[in-house]
């Protein structure tokens, strides 16, 4: 019996080392925060939107202490940051739901799962529409008055900088960008290729957002003069952010920590930074994303990538693209099945006021992927 | 915008522009109509008449100062040259040509060297307001209409009258000495301030809101297919013209904005009413939207633009060109619109191809309804007209046509008003470039009909 306690209590720390090494192991705070998306939905955070007093909500656990205290600064911002960090969730859902990875996300802390912790070309997207969406829910926030430390930008008025009296206000994307940097930002800890390559693609999430803004502005007064002078600056709708991030994940360059020996003249002033692989290859751009190592093929599933596979995904049998079977099933072939299904059809609106339908059944092929 | 969905669009555009919009209008005017109110309460105080010109000149002045800061040194010296040439004429019966050459030489000056064009653009509207002012006042002096030469006072008052000094309109010495005099506050007083307020304020929405998006969004005339065209080069004809019609249309409602906004402050500062009897009527109307947007004819909408301005244009430029006969007349009232509107190129063009368009519209409807003996004028028939056609259904088909011709002017000429058109002003080339541009995606549609008119008109004189 003792024995047998012993043994169990050997186990018991040997668990409990392994968990410590493995927590060591992962010692990098990287997204971190996301995890606040998860809380954010469940606890009452969405309700209350204005002025919330979150010093005891449970998902600021989740948030270094430095976060925690920029949230303190400014009320009203974690709600936003919350909607931004949705918005940037769905939209990455869309623009993969074709592919083999298609963005998949748990309800645990852990938003993303273990293709955080890699350096793909996914990874990259991960980090750069995160960062946009808080930049852009953040910005749009600032516009509509919802946190008390941001109003509208009035450096942006007009043409003649601060002292230009007419113009107006536009949404806050400058206060947008600086607090996506300092609080997405500050998650990275570290000085290697992992850390230059998230902050890079933190910030070509910003800039997505910053550079897509269009400004606009009208003129009225007697004769077309300008005596009122109307001006907002748009934002992009987060679709074009996703679109053009999506873009960019197509053209993205795979980067090395620079080699200090080599172009020590060139970079003496900061020798932290990133190189293309070919060198062949222009330096990446402050929009462009970057990736440090291959994608895996996310064809079956992995616990220690953490990769779930593709089957049982839904394929098209007749697309030789990305989504269709023969792509995503990697090979492996497919199971069709036919569905009944029902929905709301023919429906009629009757005044005054109500719509009636039908429900019509209509069998539909299924493609599903073994 | 690139390519959003409609309902993206629609979820996008109550943040995106409706609520700034509107923050931004309201934010601007606010102490505006504040302070003609204050105005308008200390007048009723019962003050010496001195006084009540003091104060709004005081008000005037800071308007001006907040809308142009500093830059309001410029309305102030054409107010005290106009107010030196009235003076130093004192004697003379012939002030109203002499100050109008005195303010034409001015605004000349202006426009060619004294200061950057951004500025004295951005004052155009106040100085215009000044100008047609003391130019009013001129002649009425002459012609005996104001008896005597108003006193410093009396006239800095009514140059810098709050209710007009910032969003117009004009209104005469006349009206503004009655307005001194102060009527009582009533609750149609009250009822008329705030209903061309709300009026104004929906208009700015639409001019920022709804009329650059009309066609892809509001109205979906090619179903989606114009939101999946609207990022690449527009091709067809029929896709430039709607996209012209938004364009003027936004700036007709950038108008009826700023009409609405002087209606607002004119009759809050105590003017603008008309008195019958013992009946005081707060009816001030600046501009009229129906007239201008379902037009009878082109002569219809100049007047609809701006009624004060029309009517101060038919009085002291129209009528005293008359004698010149009535083609020069036409031409020298479109001038003098042109040269207070500020020396644009665009503006000029746009005056020019107006004069011609409402002169051969107007004499070719009164041949027409002389051959016809019908109610196809540019103006409506009085109810006791003598014509023997009045309510044909042909006669319904000329107007409607003729509607139809206006409506097409007013989508052509409008287009060169663009929406985007913040840099617009600072270069003189960018803007004669972009107006030919303009006019010549459109084909020059309208000289052409115009040109064609013209013919008919002497093959049926």
Redesign the interface.
Known sequence: MRVLALLLAVKAACVLLVSSLTGTGAVNNSGRWWGIVNVASSGNLLTNSKNVQLVLDPSLALLSRRQRKLIRQNPGILHAIAAGLHTAIKECKWQFRNRRWNCPTTHSPNVFGKIVNRGCRETAFVFAITSAGVTHAVARSCSEGAIESCTCDYRRRGPGGPDWHWGGCSDNVEFGRMFGREFVDSSERGRDLRYLTNLHNNEAGRMTVASEMQQECKCHGMSGSCTVRTCWMRLPSFRLVGDYLKDRFDGASRVVYANKGSNRASHRADPRHLEPENPAHKLPSSRDLVYFEKSPNFCSYNGKTGTHGTSGRTCNSSSPALDGCELLCCGRGYKTRMEQVTERCHCTFHWCCHVSCLNCTSTQTVHQCL | ??S?SRQ?FFQ?LG???L???V???L???WQLLLICLVCRLSWRLGLPNFLKHLSTVVGGFYTLYL?F?LHMVWVVLLSLLCYLILFLCRHSSSRGPFLSITILIYLLLGELHMMDT?TW??????Q??VAMKAVSLAFDLDKGIVDKVPSPVEFMGYIYFVGTV???PWISFNSYMDAVESRKLSVSWFMKSVISCVKSQLC?LI??CVAPYLFPYFIPVFGNKLLRNKKRKMRGSIKRWLQAYENSL??HF??Y??SFL?ETTTTLAGAGFTEEKDNLKWDMTIAKPLYVEFPRSMVEVVTSWNLPMSRWLNTYVFRKALRYGSFTAIIMTYTASAL???LSFH?GAVLLTLGFITYIEHVLRKRLSAILNACVLSKRCPSDCKHRHKKELWVYLINGTFSMLALLHLTYLGSV?G?????M?SDEDGVASHTIQKWTQLSWTSHWLTFALWVFYRLIL
């Open positions: 915008m690139g959003l993206a996008e943040s995106g522009c609520l700034p919009t923050q931004q209008g934010e601007q005017v809308f800061e951004t653009h951005k004052m155009r509207g106040s215009m307001v910032i969003f117009g700015l001019s920022n936004s700036f950038s108008n904005f700023v002087g207070l509107h500020g503006i008003f929406s985007s058109s913040d840099d002003d």
